[in-house]
Protein backbone atom coordinates (compact mmCIF):
# COMPACT_ATOMS: atom_id res chain seq x y z
CA UNK A 1 0.00 0.00 0.00
CA UNK A 2 1.07 3.50 -0.41
CA UNK A 3 0.65 6.51 1.83
CA UNK A 4 0.82 10.00 0.20
CA UNK A 5 0.05 13.57 1.64
CA UNK A 6 0.87 15.69 0.22
CA UNK A 7 -1.38 18.36 1.99
CA UNK A 8 -1.25 17.52 5.77
CA UNK A 9 -5.07 17.46 7.37
CA UNK A 10 -5.36 19.41 10.01
CA UNK A 11 -7.15 19.28 13.48
CA UNK A 12 -7.57 21.95 15.27
CA UNK A 13 -8.76 21.66 18.82
CA UNK A 14 -9.80 23.69 22.08
CA UNK A 15 -7.83 22.92 25.20
CA UNK A 16 -9.08 20.89 27.16
CA UNK A 17 -11.34 18.89 24.89
CA UNK A 18 -11.07 15.38 23.46
CA UNK A 19 -9.26 14.45 20.21
CA UNK A 20 -10.47 11.90 17.87
CA UNK A 21 -7.49 11.53 14.65
CA UNK A 22 -8.18 8.69 12.24
CA UNK A 23 -6.31 6.88 10.05
CA UNK A 24 -7.27 4.11 7.62
CA UNK A 25 -4.65 1.86 6.45
CA UNK A 26 -3.69 0.12 3.22
CA UNK A 27 -2.73 -3.86 3.95
CA UNK A 28 -5.20 -6.27 5.10
CA UNK A 29 -2.81 -8.19 5.93
CA UNK A 30 -1.49 -5.95 8.41
CA UNK A 31 -1.52 -6.96 12.14
CA UNK A 32 0.15 -4.39 14.24
CA UNK A 33 -0.27 -0.82 14.61
CA UNK A 34 1.55 1.98 16.10
CA UNK A 35 0.51 5.65 17.09
CA UNK A 36 3.69 7.96 16.87
CA UNK A 37 3.55 11.82 17.78
CA UNK A 38 6.01 14.11 15.95
CA UNK A 39 6.87 17.48 17.28
CA UNK A 40 8.41 20.41 15.28
CA UNK A 41 12.45 19.18 14.66
CA UNK A 42 12.04 16.17 16.52
CA UNK A 43 12.13 12.47 15.28
CA UNK A 44 8.77 10.58 16.08
CA UNK A 45 7.73 9.41 19.40
CA UNK A 46 5.92 6.67 20.30
CA UNK A 47 2.64 7.12 22.06
CA UNK A 48 0.89 3.64 21.64
CA UNK A 49 0.34 0.10 19.55
CA UNK A 50 -2.25 -2.22 19.16
CA UNK A 51 -2.23 -6.03 17.75
CA UNK A 52 -4.81 -7.09 15.20
CA UNK A 53 -6.36 -9.36 17.89
CA UNK A 54 -7.71 -6.32 19.73
CA UNK A 55 -9.84 -3.50 18.84
CA UNK A 56 -8.90 -1.62 21.74
CA UNK A 57 -6.41 -0.34 24.05
CA UNK A 58 -5.85 2.62 26.47
CA UNK A 59 -2.74 4.14 27.60
CA UNK A 60 -2.23 7.52 29.88
CA UNK A 61 -5.26 10.01 28.07
CA UNK A 62 -4.98 7.75 24.96
CA UNK A 63 -7.00 5.18 23.52
CA UNK A 64 -6.61 3.75 20.56
CA UNK A 65 -9.50 1.71 18.48
CA UNK A 66 -8.77 -0.90 15.43
CA UNK A 67 -11.83 -1.65 13.45
CA UNK A 68 -10.08 -4.07 10.73
CA UNK A 69 -13.43 -4.42 8.85
CA UNK A 70 -12.91 -1.00 7.31
CA UNK A 71 -9.13 -0.58 7.84
CA UNK A 72 -9.99 2.32 10.14
CA UNK A 73 -7.43 2.78 13.48
CA UNK A 74 -7.81 6.08 15.98
CA UNK A 75 -6.37 7.71 18.41
CA UNK A 76 -8.47 8.97 21.07
CA UNK A 77 -6.74 11.99 23.07
CA UNK A 78 -8.59 13.11 26.16
CA UNK A 79 -9.08 16.37 27.88
CA UNK A 80 -6.23 17.93 25.12
CA UNK A 81 -3.25 20.03 26.76
CA UNK A 82 -1.16 22.52 24.49
CA UNK A 83 1.72 19.84 24.92
CA UNK A 84 -0.30 17.42 22.35
CA UNK A 85 -0.09 20.25 19.11
CA UNK A 86 2.21 17.83 16.90
CA UNK A 87 2.28 15.83 13.39
CA UNK A 88 0.14 12.63 14.50
CA UNK A 89 0.92 9.17 12.27
CA UNK A 90 -0.30 5.68 11.72
CA UNK A 91 1.98 3.06 11.37
CA UNK A 92 1.26 -0.70 10.10
CA UNK A 93 3.12 -3.93 10.17
CA UNK A 94 2.98 -6.94 8.96
CA UNK A 95 4.62 -9.71 11.99
CA UNK A 96 6.16 -12.32 9.97
CA UNK A 97 9.93 -12.64 8.95
CA UNK A 98 9.81 -11.03 5.34
CA UNK A 99 8.13 -8.14 6.50
CA UNK A 100 9.54 -7.62 10.41
CA UNK A 101 10.33 -4.22 11.46
CA UNK A 102 9.25 -2.89 8.00
CA UNK A 103 6.77 0.36 9.41
CA UNK A 104 4.67 1.67 6.90
CA UNK A 105 3.49 4.65 8.05
CA UNK A 106 0.41 7.24 7.19
CA UNK A 107 0.55 10.29 5.83
CA UNK A 108 -0.03 12.46 9.37
CA UNK A 109 -2.39 14.49 10.71
CA UNK A 110 -1.56 18.12 12.02
CA UNK A 111 -3.08 18.72 15.44
CA UNK A 112 -3.28 22.19 16.34
CA UNK A 113 -3.91 23.30 20.29
CA UNK A 114 -5.83 26.36 20.47
CA UNK A 115 -6.48 28.33 24.14
CA UNK B 1 19.79 8.00 29.49
CA UNK B 2 20.78 8.85 26.03
CA UNK B 3 18.51 8.06 23.49
CA UNK B 4 18.94 7.86 19.67
CA UNK B 5 21.82 10.22 18.61
CA UNK B 6 22.33 11.16 15.20
CA UNK B 7 24.68 13.36 13.24
CA UNK B 8 25.54 15.61 11.64
CA UNK B 9 22.10 17.41 12.40
CA UNK B 10 22.16 19.34 8.77
CA UNK B 11 23.91 19.31 5.94
CA UNK B 12 24.25 20.40 2.22
CA UNK B 13 25.46 18.95 -0.58
CA UNK B 14 25.38 19.25 -4.11
CA UNK B 15 24.08 16.62 -6.78
CA UNK B 16 26.71 14.00 -7.52
CA UNK B 17 28.01 13.86 -4.29
CA UNK B 18 27.99 11.33 -1.31
CA UNK B 19 26.61 11.68 1.94
CA UNK B 20 27.05 9.79 5.17
CA UNK B 21 25.27 9.73 8.11
CA UNK B 22 25.59 8.41 11.82
CA UNK B 23 23.56 6.83 14.21
CA UNK B 24 24.50 5.27 17.63
CA UNK B 25 21.34 3.67 18.82
CA UNK B 26 19.55 3.69 22.55
CA UNK B 27 21.87 2.28 25.16
CA UNK B 28 20.44 -1.49 25.12
CA UNK B 29 19.03 -1.32 21.79
CA UNK B 30 20.92 -4.29 19.00
CA UNK B 31 18.62 -3.19 15.75
CA UNK B 32 19.25 0.08 13.94
CA UNK B 33 16.57 1.26 11.13
CA UNK B 34 16.52 4.15 8.72
CA UNK B 35 13.92 6.17 7.43
CA UNK B 36 13.53 9.00 5.11
CA UNK B 37 10.83 11.55 5.57
CA UNK B 38 10.48 14.08 2.49
CA UNK B 39 8.68 17.65 3.67
CA UNK B 40 5.14 16.87 4.53
CA UNK B 41 5.18 13.39 4.44
CA UNK B 42 5.05 10.03 6.82
CA UNK B 43 8.91 8.78 7.41
CA UNK B 44 9.62 5.93 4.57
CA UNK B 45 11.55 2.39 5.55
CA UNK B 46 14.97 2.62 4.00
CA UNK B 47 16.42 -0.57 5.48
CA UNK B 48 17.19 -2.32 8.92
CA UNK B 49 20.15 -3.33 10.58
CA UNK B 50 20.36 -6.61 13.03
CA UNK B 51 23.75 -8.11 14.08
CA UNK B 52 25.55 -6.13 11.31
CA UNK B 53 23.42 -7.54 8.36
CA UNK B 54 20.92 -5.75 6.58
CA UNK B 55 17.56 -7.76 7.63
CA UNK B 56 14.70 -5.50 5.94
CA UNK B 57 14.69 -3.35 2.60
CA UNK B 58 12.44 -1.02 1.52
CA UNK B 59 11.99 0.13 -2.45
CA UNK B 60 14.93 2.61 -2.37
CA UNK B 61 17.87 2.29 -4.96
CA UNK B 62 21.36 0.75 -4.61
CA UNK B 63 22.31 4.16 -4.30
CA UNK B 64 21.20 3.95 -0.55
CA UNK B 65 23.54 1.45 1.63
CA UNK B 66 24.60 0.91 4.88
CA UNK B 67 26.34 -0.34 8.05
CA UNK B 68 26.05 -1.35 11.50
CA UNK B 69 29.44 -2.22 13.55
CA UNK B 70 29.98 -4.47 16.16
CA UNK B 71 28.80 -1.40 19.01
CA UNK B 72 25.56 -1.42 17.06
CA UNK B 73 26.13 1.97 15.91
CA UNK B 74 25.27 2.25 11.99
CA UNK B 75 25.47 4.67 9.01
CA UNK B 76 23.39 5.51 6.19
CA UNK B 77 25.34 5.77 2.72
CA UNK B 78 23.57 7.81 -0.55
CA UNK B 79 26.05 8.00 -3.52
CA UNK B 80 24.76 10.14 -6.53
CA UNK B 81 22.94 12.62 -4.95
CA UNK B 82 19.97 13.37 -6.86
CA UNK B 83 17.85 16.56 -6.06
CA UNK B 84 14.96 14.36 -5.13
CA UNK B 85 17.45 12.79 -1.98
CA UNK B 86 16.95 16.15 -0.27
CA UNK B 87 14.99 15.51 2.98
CA UNK B 88 15.11 14.67 7.01
CA UNK B 89 16.98 10.94 7.41
CA UNK B 90 15.73 9.26 10.78
CA UNK B 91 17.11 6.65 12.66
CA UNK B 92 15.55 4.68 14.81
CA UNK B 93 16.39 1.34 17.56
CA UNK B 94 14.74 -0.89 18.93
CA UNK B 95 15.88 -4.47 20.83
CA UNK B 96 15.06 -7.32 18.41
CA UNK B 97 12.13 -9.22 19.09
CA UNK B 98 10.94 -12.99 17.45
CA UNK B 99 7.42 -11.15 17.47
CA UNK B 100 8.88 -8.18 15.48
CA UNK B 101 6.50 -5.85 17.70
CA UNK B 102 9.38 -4.11 18.77
CA UNK B 103 8.68 -0.33 19.56
CA UNK B 104 11.21 1.86 17.52
CA UNK B 105 12.59 4.61 19.22
CA UNK B 106 13.60 7.75 16.89
CA UNK B 107 16.21 9.89 16.57
CA UNK B 108 16.05 13.42 15.50
CA UNK B 109 17.23 13.59 12.21
CA UNK B 110 19.77 14.73 9.93
CA UNK B 111 18.35 16.92 7.47
CA UNK B 112 20.42 16.88 4.06
CA UNK B 113 19.58 19.41 1.57
CA UNK B 114 20.69 18.64 -2.10
CA UNK B 115 21.70 21.71 -4.42
Known amino acids: GESVGLHLPTLSVQEGDNSIINCAYSNSASDYFIWYKQESGKGPQFIIDIRSNMDKRQGQRVTVLLNKTVKHLSLQIAATQPGDSAVYFC??????????????FGAGTQVVVTP | DAGVTQSPTHLIKTRGQQVTLRCSPKSGHDTVSWYQQALGQGPQFIFQ???????QRGNFPDRFSGHQFPNYSSELNVNALLLGDSALYLC??????????????FGAGSRLTVL
Open chain 2, 49 to 55: YYEEEER
Open chain 2, 92 to 105: ASSLFSPSGANVLT
Open chain 1, 91 to 104: AENVLRTDSWGKLQ
